[in-house]
C-alpha cells in the first residue's frame, strides 16, 4: 500500500496532475435507505435484477457519484475537467463492477475499492478515491514508471520496425511498430471483430493511425509548434518505444480521432469498441493512457 501511494503521488508529480477546483461535498453517512427507482434508461443490471439499484446503506453515495460524473471540477490529468463521465468505464472496469455510476451497487464497489487501498469507504468516487484510481492506472503502463524514475528511454531501432498494411491504418501516414507489438494488435483486432458487433461492421475501427514517433522528429516538431508541456505533446513521448499506437475507436461528428476536446473524449469513451477495449485490451497485453481513449501502450516488451 505504501508503494502504491509512493507511485501515485510520484505520477502526480510527474504529470503535473491534481483533483482540484471545486470538489463537491463528501455525503454524509446515512442509514439504510429503501431501493431506488431505477432510472428512465436503467442499466443492463437493474434490467436482469443483479441488485443495482438495491443495495441498502449507499443512497447518498449514489447521489453524490451520479451528481459528479458530470459536475466535479477536477484537474486529474493536468487540464482542468468537469466530470469524471469520461473514465467511467476504466473506472467500472477497475472496481469490477457492471452497475451504472448513479447506483447503489456502484457505490458499494467504490466502497470495497476504497477500504482496500486505505481510504475512507463511503462509496463516493471522490476526487482522492479517483486518485488512486489513476496511480493504479499509469502504473500498468511501464513507460510511465520508466518516467517516474527519471529515465527517458531511447528510440525504438527502426530497422527492426514493421510498417502497418495500408488497410490496417486510418489515413495515408505509413505506421510502423515493433514486430511483437504488431503481432499483439493483430490478434486483439480480429478478436474484437468477433467479439464487438460494431468493430466487425466498421472496417475503419482500430486501425492505427499513429505509431512509432522518432524522439529526433518529435523535439523538432516541439521546437516548431512550441506545445510540448505534456498536454498536448509530451517531450518524452511513449511513441518513440515502437510500443505505443493511437487507434481510431471512433470519434464525435466535426472532430477527429485524436481531439482531446472533452466533447470527443466523451463520446469515445461511449463507443462500444472502445469499452470493449477496456475490457479485453489486458488479453492482449495493451493499456490505455486513461486521457485519451485512443492511446495504448503494450506490455509485452521493455520500453527501453
Request: hydrophobic share 40%; with cysteine.
Amino acid at each position: 500500500m505504501r508503494r502504491l501511494t509512493l507511485i501515485a503521488a510520484a505520477v502526480v508529480s510527474l504529470l503535473v496532475v491534481g483533483c482540484a477546483s471545486a470538489p463537491l461535498p463528501p455525503p454524509q453517512p446515512t442509514p439504510p435507505t429503501p431501493p431506488l427507482s431505477a432510472p428512465t434508461l436503467p442499466h443492463l443490471g437493474a434490467l436482469f435484477g443483479l441488485g443495482c439499484y438495491a443495495e441498502v446503506g449507499f443512497g447518498a453515495a449514489a447521489h453524490y457519484n451520479d451528481a459528479a460524473q458530470g459536475e466535479l471540477v477536477f484537474s486529474p490529468f493536468g487540464r482542468l475537467e468537469t466530470g469524471w463521465a469520461v473514465y467511467e468505464p476504466l473506472a467500472a472496469e477497475t472496481l469490477q463492477t457492471h452497475c451504472a455510476p448513479d447506483s447503489q451497487g456502484f457505490a458499494k464497489a467504490v466502497s470495497a475499492w476504497q477500504s482496500a487501498h486505505g481510504l475512507p469507504p463511503d462509496g463516493a468516487l471522490t476526487p482522492e478515491t479517483f486518485q488512486t484510481l489513476k496511480g493504479v492506472w499509469q502504473e500498468r503502463r511501464p513507460f510511465i514508471m520508466l518516467r517516474v524514475a527519471g529515465i527517458c528511454p531511447a528510440g525504438a531501432d527502426e530497422a527492426g520496425l514493421e510498417t502497418l498494411r495500408p488497410n490496417e491504418t486510418f489515413g495515408d501516414k505509413p505506421v510502423m511498430l515493433r514486430p511483437l507489438a504488431l503481432a499483439a494488435l493483430r490478434r486483439m483486432a480480429a478478436a474484437a471483430r468477433q467479439e464487438a458487433p460494431e468493430a466487425a461492421a466498421d472496417p475503419a475501427l482500430l486501425t492505427a493511425f499513429s505509431g512509432y514517433r522518432s524522439p529526433d522528429a518529435d523535439l523538432a516538431r516541439c521546437g516548431r509548434e512550441h506545445n510540448c508541456q505534456g498536454m498536448v505533446r509530451a517531450q518524452c513521448s511513449a511513441h518513440r518505444t515502437g510500443l505505443a499506437v493511437d487507434l481510431n475507436v471512433g470519434f464525435a461528428p466535426g472532430f477527429m480521432a485524436d481531439a482531446s476536446a472533452d466533447a470527443n473524449r466523451l463520446y469515445q469513451s461511449r463507443t462500444e469498441t472502445y469499452r470493449w477495449l477496456v475490457r479485453n485490451a489486458a488479453r492482449f497485453g495493451f493499456v490505455n493512457y486513461p486521457f485519451e481513449p485512443w492511446h495504448w501502450e503494450w506490455t509485452g516488451e521493455a520500453p527501453s
